[in-house]
């Protein structure tokens, strides 16, 4: 028996949050926080991975998805991080939802020399509101901000004023340094100096529509791009710049999928990259290269990323089909290697147990197999995610089996 998953992802634009149905994410929990930063209730809304349940040592990125109350791009931006991390391509997430309220909406987002709270909502982010998550999840040291308009200047100010808390923003038709702010501009400049000596890649991805569009916001973002082209900048900060024929309110649609497969490159590519490492080492599964390569990708990001249910799955059949003919009479062992330290990690998951069965009825280790199998039935039977027809399907399935020996 094998894992089959299907990717159902709906494009839906709707103001109707609630009632969102994801691939890789619970629906979103509402709740609010009182801010002593603030001296203000922020609304926000915390979207889980499923995972989340059955992973105990993994730890999760966070992004700030800011503006919340724009259910339309906030929407269709929940379902881009879902499709994403459904297709592995970037890696699971605790999304932050945010809510920035007109009588608030300036305030929070400008500086507090100019009059603003943007510093005290620095503050919430970097200590209350991820003190709370603490309390509750296993969380990563990567936070990323998702900002548009007002919300993206302000996501650039924060990640210039607080580089030891964030890790990038992608800001979504910005304005150059809040309409050419000098302080900002001089921030900008210390950022600058201040992150060659982090050891990891610092993320800043900004878009504008075309005023011919109606995005008014097009001559500043124009001059913040020439800023950072007529710069040597630091070999730590990738920075990329979209320009869309779209009106200011659609650049978060248009820029947020392209920008977080960016970002999140050479975490997609990590299993092609695997695949290159099993095909080389014919006589062992070279685990201590596979692990340099996570380990490099988690020092590049900044945050511990481990193999997940796609390595094993499919390093495992790469090993069992072995459609090339590379692994030879190795192949049911190496199977076998991955297939165990899969369990490690999915000590819950009945479709390793049932594989591992099979391969040893294959190897007419029947008693071992045996065992295995038993073990998928009984987390068969107790697994109320499944419906009755699938379980129904899948003993069925592996008591047909066990009658092969």
């Not at 060659?196 to 878009?207: E, G, T, V, W």
């Not at 499919?314 to 076998?336: C, K, M, P, V």
């Amino acid at each position: 028996m094998r894992k089959h998953y299907i990717l159902f992802f709906v494009l839906l634009l709707t103001s109707a949050v609630n009632a969102q149905e994801f691939s890789s994410y619970n629906k979103p929990i509402a709740t609010q926080i009182y801010s002593e930063a603030l001296k203000d209730t922020v609304s926000i809304e915390i979207t889980l991975p499923k995972s989340l349940a059955k992973q105990t040592n993994t730890a999760y990125p966070i992004l700030y998805l800011l503006d919340r109350q724009l259910q339309n791009n906030y929407a269709y931006n929940l379902y881009t991080i879902d499709y994403l991390s459904t297709l592995q391509w970037m890696p699971e997430a605790i999304v932050i939802g945010i809510s920035f309220p007109w009588k608030n909406r300036n305030s929070w987002t400008n500086p507090n020399i100019t009059g603003g709270q943007a510093d005290d909502f620095i503050q919430f982010l970097e200590k209350e509101l991820n003190n709370e998550l603490k309390k509750n999840y296993l969380i990563a040291d990567f936070n990323l901000l998702i900002g548009h308009s007002r919300t993206a200047i302000f996501s650039s100010y924060a990640l210039t004023k607080s580089p030891d808390f964030f890790n990038g923003t992608i800001a979504n038709s910005v304005a150059n340094f809040d309409f050419g702010d000098k302080n900002q501009q001089a921030q900008f400049e210390d950022f600058l100096q201040a992150i060659p000596l982090r050891s990891h890649k610092y993320f800043y991805f900004f878009s504008v529509g075309e005023h011919a569009y109606g995005d008014l916001h097009e001559t500043a973002v124009d001059t913040l791009n020439a800023y950072l082209i007529a710069r040597k900048l630091p070999k730590n900060l990738e920075w990329k710049f979209y320009k869309h024929q779209v009106a200011h309110d659609v650049t978060p649609g248009v820029t947020v999928s392209n920008a977080l497969s960016q970002i999140f490159k050479d975490y997609g590519r990590r299993i092609d990259l695997c695949f290159a490492l099993a095909k080389q080492s014919r006589n062992k599964v070279p685990r201590d290269e596979f692990h340099e390569i996570y380990e490099s990708l988690s020092v590049e990001l900044g945050f511990t990323i481990q193999p997940s249910e796609l390595f094993f799955n499919s390093i495992a059949a790469e090993y069992y089909n072995d459609y090339d003919g590379i692994y030879g009479q190795n192949r049911l062992n190496f199977t076998l290697e991955i297939l165990q330290k899969a369990l490690e990690k999915y000590p819950e998951d009945y479709s390793y147990y049932s594989w591992i069965g099979e391969i040893y009825y294959t190897q007419q280790n029947y008693k071992r197999g045996e065992q295995y199998l038993n073990k998928a039935i009984e987390l068969i039977k107790a697994d109320d995610s499944i419906s009755e027809a699938e379980r129904t399907n899948y003993l069925d399935e592996i008591e047909t089996f066990k009658k092969t020996k």
